[in-house]
């Protein structure tokens, strides 16, 4: 579902609780309790922060900065060495 879809679908459903105060109340307490936490949440990333992230593996791919395995046995050798 796109943002756009999703956004559309949470209305629909805002307008059929509109009425009843007491879940309004309980709809607003679990929206604000889902913005803490993605506020909160150090690995959620916006799309600029990702695909800078992504730009900043490739740049260090290109410098040389990376690791490389034949297979699998060296990927895990090295990854039970940390």
Known sequence: MTAIELNAELAR???????????LR???????????EKQT???LLTKEEFFRR???????IRRGESFRFSN???MNVWLNSL
């Open 41 to 43: 949440d150090s690995t």
């Open 54 to 60: 992504v730009d900043e593996g490739r740049e260090q």
């Open 13 to 23: 459903n805002m307008e059929i609780i509109s009425e009843d105060e007491n879940l």
């Open 72 to 74: 699998r046995d060296e």
């Open 26 to 36: 309980r709809a607003v307490k679990y929206l604000r309790r889902l913005a803490r």
